[in-house]
């Protein structure tokens, strides 16, 4: 079964800091995609970023960017620049190659200190 | 380009009732998912809908039940509801097989209350 774990419940980082949440999976599929979500306290689940597994090349969105370690199944947001806008519930998200369904890790809370 | 929009945003129903709840998917999108976030945890699948057909489900009971419609809005009914029940209820939309495309569009979601 395909699972995503992320074993940071809560974190909280200084303005204009770096911060890295961490997201391991377990999958046996060599096609899959990877995302970082993030819900404010309004609900709404915005995309962060995504990873085609395919490629090597990290991802990098702006002050986000991630550290995707194949082998090691790892897939961990780092967040430069910390703004008090950033403060939110981060999900890691796993779907494979033409399925249907995101699978979500529990998520971790962030918070931004001013 | 319209979002993903849900309604109502919060609903409140007693055991045993039976709930719908509403998702407008984003202006081009064909497929629809819906997932279940309960509190303090990541939302959880419970189907998918393409082209009006039932796509992929998750370990939900048949009381979970949805529809697509012509116009690729969607619609998820739950039946006997249970207190377990209470939760975020998230609709994504998506535009399915296109290679690469995985990514799906949230809406706000519904809170679900079950009293």
């Known amino acids: 079964a395909q699972t995503v774990t992320q074993s940071q419940p809560e974190m909280s980082v200084q303005e204009a800091e770096t911060v890295t949440l961490s997201c391991t999976y377990d999958?046996?599929?060599?096609?899959?995609?990877l995302f970082w979500y993030k819900q404010p306290p309004s609900r709404q689940m915005i995309l962060v970023i995504r990873q085609e597994a395919y490629k090597q090349q990290n991802a990098t969105e702006n002050r986000f960017s991630v550290n995707f370690q194949k082998a090691a199944k790892s897939f961990s947001l780092k967040i430069s620049d910390s703004q008090l806008g950033d403060t939110a519930m981060y999900f890691c998200?796993?779907?494979?190659?033409?399925?249907?369904?995101?699978?979500f890790g529990t998520g971790t809370r962030l918070k931004v200190l001013a | 380009e319209t979002g993903v929009t849900q309604s109502p945003t919060h609903l409140i129903k007693t055991r045993g009732q039976q709930v719908t709840l509403r998702c407008s998917s984003q202006s081009g999108h064909n497929t629809v998912s819906w997932y279940q976030q309960a509190l303090g945890q990541g939302p959880q699948f419970i189907f998918q809908y393409y082209r009006e057909e039932e796509n992929g489900r998750g370990n939900f009971p048949p009381r979970f039940s949805g529809l697509q419609f012509p116009n690729y809005s969607s619609e998820l009914n739950v039946n006997a509801l249970e207190l377990d029940d209470s939760a975020l209820y998230l609709c994504?939309?998506?535009?399915?097989?296109?290679?690469?495309?995985?990514?799906?569009?949230f809406g706000p979601g519904t809170r679900l209350t079950v009293l």
């Open positions: 998200a796993f779907t494979g190659s033409g399925t249907y369904k995101y699978i």
């Open positions: 994504a939309s998506s535009l399915a097989l296109v290679e690469g495309r995985n990514e799906q569009f």
């Open positions: 999958t046996s599929e060599s096609n899959y995609y």
